[in-house]
């Protein structure tokens, strides 16, 4: 069965600091792994990484994937309030009629206090 | 931007009530997806769809149904409410079609219905 698991569950911060959230992954035929921010409402899209050892980066966000060591991390440096959120990974496989298209991890709840 | 509209942000219903909760989205998307969303269970995918009339099941099945009779509309059906599920449900789509349901373009996701079975 495919399965993400991210760490930690819930992180509390305070502004400045640089976070590191993980995400690791036991997936058949993967092929990419996608980063959301969700706040109040929709999951919005960050990153989708498909190659390992390339960095992704947007702002003070960036993200990198180990294919060999099947994980990603998403740094945020510079941490302000308006980053809690939770941060979702997701993984994407190449899977048959019947099978589900992307798996999701539980999360990370970031806590960005001033 | 793409747009994908819920048509409720809040719902409450009774158990044994059939249940309907519509997602449209005007990006000409071939897939559309609903998930539920649960705490430290993350999102789970329900059904989705590739194309008009067609369908797949998820992770999660078991007491939905869902409908797409046009290709901008995707609807999730209860067919009899249970508590167990009361949840945030989530609707998704990307384009691609059968052949590319994992193209390059993530999934956008509507805001979501909070479904609440008293």
């Known amino acids: 069965e495919d399965k993400v698991v991210q760490s930690p569950l819930s992180l509390v911060v305070h502004e400045g600091d640089t976070v590191t959230l993980n995400c690791s992954y036991e997936?058949?035929?993967?092929?990419?792994l996608l980063w959301y921010k969700q706040e109040k409402k929709a999951p919005t899209f960050l990153f989708m990484l498909?190659?390992?050892?390339i960095e992704k980066k947007s702002g003070r966000l960036s993200s990198i994937l180990d294919k060999k060591e099947l994980f990603s991390i998403l740094n945020i440096t510079a941490t302000q309030t308006g980053d809690s959120a939770i941060y979702l990974c997701?993984?994407?496989?190449?899977?048959?009629?019947?099978?589900?298209?992307?798996?999701f991890g539980s999360g990370t709840r970031l806590q960005v206090q001033p | 931007d793409v747009k994908v509209t819920q048509s409720s942000r809040y719902l409450v219903k009774r158990t044994g009530e059939k249940v309907f909760l519509e997602c449209v989205q005007d990006?000409?998307?071939?897939?559309m997806f609903w998930y539920r969303q649960d705490p430290g269970l993350g999102l789970r995918l329900i059904y989705f769809?590739?194309?008009?009339?067609?369908?797949e099941k998820g992770d999660i099945p078991e007491g939905y149904s869902v409908s797409r009779e046009k290709k901008e509309r995707f609807s999730l059906i209860l067919e009899s409410a249970s508590t167990n599920q009361t949840s945030m449900y989530l609707c998704?789509?990307?384009?691609?079609?059968?052949?590319?349901?994992?193209?390059?373009?993530?999934?956008?996701f509507g805001d979501g219905t909070r479904l609440s079975i008293l």
């Open positions: 998704a789509s990307s384009p691609g079609g059968r052949g590319h349901l994992w193209s390059n373009q993530p999934q956008h």
């Open positions: 997936v058949t035929n993967f092929r990419s």
């Open positions: 498909t190659s390992s050892g």
């Open positions: 997701a993984v994407e496989a190449w899977v048959d009629t019947g099978r589900r298209a992307l798996t």
């Open positions: 990006m000409d998307h071939e897939n």
């Open positions: 769809s590739y194309d008009v009339k067609m369908k």
